[in-house]
């Protein structure tokens, strides 16, 4: 049975409790959010995780830092090194995206050696395994693969299930940047040639009956997501999401826990109504975003472009950040990058609980605050979202730590406010 179908009956399990403990939630009112679907808690069955978490609506807004080695750097060193710092700056999950060396070693140490939920794309392995080939039996294969993850302890993985051909007929007329999900296009392409529909599509059941095997959370896929501010919630984006609002049900149907993968890139302005309409057409289940970014014209600093639109997605009621690092569109992101992206990330999502009110969310802004005002500088630096950065830069100041900052001095208005409140 799996975690889902024993929320649905009644039982709080040991996963319920200790994600209940965590938020400071009822466990019952979240048993009932994860038997209703709108909150999911990824957790193989075979490895027990140190830190888990829960993922949807009433939950804090969690981060997912993507790491994986690349054909251009296939080291795992390097990526099990850029997993600490990730795990360090605060991310709740991680991915493996790895694309590049032994992928079945790099995804097996990450799940033996990570504290955190791990998460796939097993797509990316038939890619590199296949050489970017076409084969006849895709779907066979892609059933062995997600076996094989779900055996090696992988708690949720990304399955584009809803590329369809309907969904991609107006790609190419439509779009300015296409396909720009690498599994997607992947399925685009093997669709044409095959002249097949998609077997993740039509053999959804069966995907279904294999991530139930192994307790997996469905994440599925926006394999036709926006690559530009141009086409957001075009034809195909919004096809896609319709037909993951189908597959979620059935999803649920059979027992397992689903979440759902949205853009990408998107105006402002788009961000509120896309997020509504993907908690209408998807029952609720928690909505798994990539920024959004909200502009194309800032590579070098797009951390910065997706906390923008990941505060006002999660704000309209998006319950998962994609982390996006300042290497995003350029190059194999660095061990400060992915600090940097997981921080940005994380204050966006930070910045969104407080407006929706999570439990504890204003009182960490409170005590902060509070620290300030009194100049008890550790105390800061132990509430920052990043100490290190904090106390590095009070650090360079050169002043003793009963001074204010260098950029008042003795015109600072907290210690003049402090010494007058003294005379009165």
């Known amino acids: ?57 009433g939950l804090k807004t969690k981060v997912n830092a993507n790491i994986g080695s690349s054909p251009f750097n296939p080291c795992p060193e390097a990526e099990e090194r850029k997993l600490r710092v990730a ?25 033996r050696t990570t504290r955190i939920p791990l998460g796939t794309v097993p797509i990316y392995q038939y890619m590199v395994d296949y050489k970017n080939s076409c084969k006849p039996d895709l779907g066979n294969l892609m059933l062995e693969y997600l076996d094989q993850h779900g055996k090696d302890g992988v708690d949720f993985v990304t399955v584009h299930c809803g590329v369809t051909r309907q969904a991609i007929e107006s790609i190419e007329e439509e779009r300015l940047t296409g396909i720009v999900s690498r599994g997607g296009a992947f399925l685009a392409r093997w669709m044409r040639e095959m002249n097949e529909e998609n077997p993740l599509y039509s053999r959804f059941d069966e995907v279904c009956d294999v991530l139930a095997q192994h307790e997996m959370t469905l994440s599925l896929g926006d394999g036709l997501r926006s690559g530009c501010i141009h086409d957001a919630n075009d034809r195909a984006m919004i096809h896609e999401m319709l037909t993951l609002g189908a597959l979620a049900r059935r999803a649920r149907a059979k027992g397992v826990q689903v979440m759902i993968e949205g853009p990408g890139h998107m105006a402002v302005n788009q961000i509120e109504a896309n997020v509504r309409l993907q908690k209408q057409v998807c ?52 061990l400060e990058d992915v600090r940097n992206g997981v921080i940005a990330s994380r204050i966006a999502a930070h910045a969104a609980d407080i407006v929706k009110g999570i439990a504890g969310a204003s009182e960490w802004d409170d005590q902060m605050s509070k620290a300030r005002k009194s100049f008890k500088w550790e105390d800061m630096f132990a509430l920052a979202i990043d100490p290190e950065t904090a106390r590095a830069m009070r650090k360079e100041s050169g002043l003793s730590q009963d001074e204010m900052c260098t950029m008042c001095g003795d015109y600072c208005s907290m210690r003049q406010g402090t010494q007058t409140a003294r005379k009165n």
């Open 1 to 57: 049975m799996t975690l889902l179908e024993e929320a649905r009956q009644g039982k709080v399990t040991e996963e319920i409790e200790r994600v209940a403990a965590l938020e400071h939630v009822d466990s019952e009112w979240l048993r009932n959010r994860v038997a209703s679907g709108k909150v999911v808690i990824p957790a193989n069955r075979h490895r027990r995780l140190e830190k888990i978490c829960g993922i949807g609506a």
């Open 87 to 111: 795990e360090d700056a605060g991310a709740d999950t991680v991915m493996d995206l790895s694309t590049g060396g032994d992928l079945n070693e790099m995804r097996q140490h990450v799940a």
């Open 283 to 334: 029952d609720g289940a928690p909505y798994y975003v990539l920024g959004p970014l909200v502009t194309d014209i800032a590579p070098g600093y797009d951390h910065i472009t997706s906390a923008i639109g990941g505060t006002l997605a999660a704000i309209a009621g998006a319950d998962y950040l994609c982390y996006v690092t300042p290497a995003e569109h350029l190059r194999l992101p660095t």
